[in-house]
C-alpha cells in the first residue's frame, strides 16, 4: 500500500532529516534519565521532541507517526508532571516506541505502507498514561478526526494568534468542547462565567459563540473554545466541570502547521537561515550541538563530485612540478622554468586549500556514529543481567563520512563482543574482586594523520593458551608452529576464520565470533587494527584509521618497468640488503631483520608478472604491517613519499587480489595501489 504524504521531494527529505534529530534526542535523554534520574530539563527537552515529531508528521501527512507520537507524548506528558514515576519498564516502553518510530521512518522513505502494527504500541503507552480522569481514549478518535479538518477548523489569522501564544507561553492548543443543562435559566451568564474562567487558565483564540454573541443572549447549551494553556488537559476539565450547570467536557489537543519553539524573537534574516539550513532543527545549546545557522544541508553526491574535482587539480599540480623540474635542467629555458614554478607554487596553494576545505566539507564528528551505541550497550547489558558502565569519549573528532559509513559494523561487532563476552556477570567480578559494574571506553583520538579509535573493557581478557589449544585442535595451526608463536600472535589468531564459531568463541572467553570479518571491513578502508589483552583485566582494541579515502598519502616504488603506490600508514620502514641476505625457509624467501625472521613478498610471484626484477646485487625491503603482523615487500627501488587521489578498478577491472585502486602519477602514467592486507595473506602460514 501506498504512503501519501505531503509536501515536495525536498520537503519529505527534510521532514526525515529531522526524524532521525529528534528521535536521536529522545534517545539519548532517555539513557541520560535512566542513568542519572528525573531531571526536569530533559523531561521538558523529551517532551518538546515528541511533540515537534508529532507536530511535523501532521504537518506530511504520515498519520500513522502522529498516531503513535500522539500516545507517546501523553505518556511524557504525565511524567512531565509527576503523574507517572520512571521506571526501568517504562522506559523499555519508550525506547520500544522509538524502535516503532524508526520503522514508521522507514515508510516514509520507501513511499509504502509496511507491515508494521503500531496498534501494539499505542495500546501499550495509552494504558502506561491511563489517568485519572480516564478521558485518554475517548480524545484519541476526536483528535484524529479534528487533525483531518484542521484547515477548515481555524483561519489563517486564527493560526497566527496560536503561534504568537505558544511563543509567549510554551502551551498547547486545546479545543474544549462543554456543553450545557438544556434547562439551564441563564444560559449566556453561564457562558461568560466558563468562558472567563477558561481565560483565567489560558489564551482564549476564539469561542463559538463569541463574546459579544453571549453578551447579547445568542447562546446555546454548547460552547466551544479554542485555548492555548500549559495547563494538563485533565486539570482544565476538571476546573471547568466544577461550574455550576456544565454537564459535560471534551478536550483534544490540536495540531496546526509546526511550530517552532525557538521561533520566538527570530528575526526575519534569521528565520531565512533556518529555512536555508534545511529547518526544524533544535540548537540544544550547551550540550554539544552547533546551532543550525551556519550550516546548510549538502546531497553527498555533490560533495563526492567537488573531492573528484579537487582530485584532478592533484594530479594537474604533480604534473606541473615534473615539467617544472624538466625545464629547469634545461639552462636555456631557466627564466621560463622560473615563472612556471612561481604559477605552480601558486596552483599548488589554491589546490591545497580547496582540497583542504572539500575534505572539512566531508568531516563529521564521529558523535552521529557513537549517538548510536549507548542505546545498544544499554539492551544488551540489560538482557544479558550485566551491569555495564558505558563511557564514549572524541566525539568530536571529525571523519570522513564515507569512513563513518565503513566502521559502523565493525564498531558495533566489537561493542557486542564487549559486553557479551568480555564483561564478567556481576557476581564473578565480585568474586575476582572487581567492582560489580564493568566498563566499556569507546574512544576516538587523533593521532598524528589518522584517527585512531579504541574499543576497551576491564573484563576477562582473551588467554593465549586457550586460543593456541583451540587454534591445534581446528588444525588451524601446527603443534609446532603454535609453540614458536609469542603470546601477541596468538591473541591475534581471533582474526582467523576458523575461530567465528559460536562454541569456539565461548572457549576462549567470548573473542572471536566473525572477528576475521571485523579486520576484513576495517582493512578494506585501509585501516588496521591490533589488540591488547591482559587475562583477568580486560581487552583493547585498536582501530587506525586515516582520515578520508580519496587522497593518501604513499610511498612510491619501483619494481620491473611498474611502479606501484603503498598507503603510508601500512608502512613502517624502509630496507636496503645484500642479496645474499634473503634466505630461503619452506620454500619461502625470508630475511632477518634484529634478529627477527621478515617473510618477503615478492610481486613478480604476487601479479603472476612476466618479468622479474632481474639479479641486482642490492635490494629494497618496504617493511609493511597489516594486522599486528609484519612482513617484507621485496622492490627494485624507492621513489619517495607523495599525496596520491585513489581511482577505483572496481568498474573496469572488477576486483584485484593484491590491488586496490590506482592511481595517476605526475608524467601522466598509472600506479597500482597495494593491497597490503590481502598480500600478507600469500605469506602467511
Not at 587494527?529 to 587522497?551: D, H, M, V, Y
Amino acid at each position: 500500500m501506498r504512503l501519501e504524504l505531503n509536501g515536495s521531494p525536498e520537503e519529505i527529505k527534510i521532514f526525515l532529516d529531522e526524524v532521525d534529530e529528534h528521535l536521536q534526542v529522545l534517545e539519548e535523554d532517555l539513557l541520560k534519565i535512566e542513568r542519572e534520574g528525573k531531571n526536569s530539563e530533559l523531561i521538558q527537552e523529551i517532551f518538546r521532541a515528541a511533540h515537534t515529531l508529532k507536530g511535523s508528521s501532521a504537518t506530511i501527512g504520515h498519520l500513522r507517526m502522529t498516531h503513535v507520537t500522539h500516545a507517546m507524548e501523553n505518556v511524557l506528558d504525565k511524567i512531565r508532571k509527576d503523574q507517572l514515576d520512571i521506571t526501568s519498564e517504562l522506559i523499555d516502553l519508550l525506547f520500544e516506541a522509538l524502535d516503532c518510530l524508526r520503522g514508521l521512518k522507514e515508510e516514509a522513505v520507501a513511499g509504502a505502507v509496511s507491515d508494521l502494527n503500531i496498534e501494539e504500541i499505542v495500546a501499550k503507552l495509552q494504558q502506561a498514561a491511563e489517568g485519572e480522569s480516564g478521558q485518554e481514549g475517548d480524545g484519541e478518535e476526536v483528535e484524529e478526526r479534528i487533525d483531518e479538518t484542521l484547515e477548515n477548523l481555524l483561519k489563517e489569522e486564527e493560526i497566527a494568534k496560536v503561534r504568537e501564544a505558544i511563543s509567549k507561553t510554551g502551551g498547547t492548543p486545546l479545543r474544549v468542547m462543554i456543553k450545557f443543562d438544556s434547562n439551564c435559566e441563564m444560559l449566556s451568564v453561564r457562558a461568560f462565567i466558563t468562558l472567563t474562567t477558561l481565560g483565567d487558565l489560558g489564551f482564549i483564540v476564539r469561542s463559538t459563540p463569541s463574546e459579544e454573541e453571549i453578551e447579547k443572549d445568542k447562546v446555546s447549551e454548547n460552547l466551544e473554545v479554542i485555548l492555548v494553556s500549559n495547563k494538563h488537559k485533565n486539570e482544565i476539565a476538571s476546573v471547568v466541570k466544577d461550574l455550576p450547570d456544565v454537564v459535560n467536557v471534551e478536550i483534544t489537543a490540536l495540531e496546526i502547521e509546526k511550530v517552532e519553539e525557538e521561533e520566538s524573537g527570530k528575526t526575519e534574516e534569521a528565520k531565512a537561515g533556518k529555512e536555508k539550513s534545511g529547518g526544524g532543527k533544535n540548537n540544544r545549546e550547551g550540550r554539544g550541538r552547533a546551532g543550525t545557522g551556519r550550516t546548510v544541508r549538502v546531497d553527498v553526491e555533490l560533495l563526492d563530485n567537488l573531492m573528484n574535482l579537487v582530485g584532478e587539480l592533484v594530479i594537474d599540480r604533480t604534473r606541473l612540478m615534473k615539467i617544472w623540474s624538466l625545464l629547469e635542467a634545461n639552462e636555456q629555458l631557466e627564466d621560463i622554468a622560473q615563472d612556471l614554478g612561481r604559477t605552480s607554487i601558486h596552483i599548488g596553494r589554491v589546490t591545497s586549500q580547496l582540497q583542504e576545505q572539500i575534505m572539512k566539507a566531508r568531516m563529521l564528528p564521529v558523535e552521529s556514529l557513537f549517538n548510536k551505541f549507548p542505546r545498544l550497550v544499554r539492551d544488551l547489558a540489560r538482557n544479558m543481567g550485566k551491569e555495564v558502565e558505558f563511557i564514549m569519549e572524541g566525539q568530536e573528532t571529525e571523519l570522513d563520512r564515507s569512513i563513518i559509513e565503513e566502521i559502523g559494523d565493525p564498531l558495533i561487532h566489537l561493542l557486542r563482543n564487549a559486553v557479551d563476552h568480555g564483561i564478567e556477570p556481576p557476581e564473578e567480578r565480585v568474586r575476582a574482586g572487581k567492582d560489580r559494574k564493568g566498563t566499556i571506553l569507546l574512544k576516538a583520538a587523533h593521532e598524528e594523520n589518522y584517527i585512531v579509535i579504541t574499543v576497551k573493557d576491564d573484563g576477562r581478557g582473551i588467554d593465549p593458551e586457550r586460543v593456541r589449544n583451540i587454534a591445534i585442535q581446528k588444525k588451524l595451526i601446527s603443534p609446532e608452529h603454535a609453540q614458536r608463536m609469542s603470546e601477541k600472535d596468538l591473541v591475534n589468531l581471533i582474526f582467523m576464520p576458523g575461530l567465528s564459531t559460536a562454541q569456539e568463541v565461548t572457549d576462549v572467553s567470548g573473542r572471536g565470533v566473525g572477528m576475521d570479518v571485523v579486520k576484513n571491513n576495517i582493512e578494506k578502508i585501509n585501516g588496521s587494527i591490533e589488540i591488547f589483552s591482559e587475562l583477568g583485566k580486560g581487552t583493547e582494541f585498536r582501530i587506525k584509521l586515516p582520515l578520508t579515502l580519496a587522497i593518501i598519502r604513499a610511498l612510491l616504488v619501483g619494481y620491473g618497468n611498474n611502479v606501484y603506490a603503498i598507503p603510508l600508514n601500512s608502512v613502517v620502514e624502509t630496507l636496503r640488503l645484500n642479496r645474499e641476505a634473503v634466505e630461503k625457509v619452506n620454500n619461502q624467501d625470508v630475511v632477518v631483520v634484529r634478529g627477527k625472521v621478515l617473510r618477503l613478498v615478492n610481486l613478480a610471484n604476487a601479479f603472476k608478472l612476466k618479468f622479474s626484477s632481474g639479479e641486482k646485487e642490492r635490494i629494497f625491503v618496504v617493511v609493511a604491517n597489516a594486522g599486528g603482523e609484519q612482513f617484507g615487500i621485496k622492490v627494485d627501488y624507492l621513489i619517495g613519499e607523495q599525496e596520491i587521489v585513489i581511482k577505483s578498478l572496481g568498474d573496469y577491472m572488477g576486483d584485484l587480489p593484491g590491488i586496490s585502486g590506482a592511481t595517476v602519477l605526475g608524467d601522466g602514467s598509472i600506479a597500482l595501489i597495494l593491497d597490503v592486507p590481502t598480500l600478507v595473506k600469500q605469506v602467511a602460514v
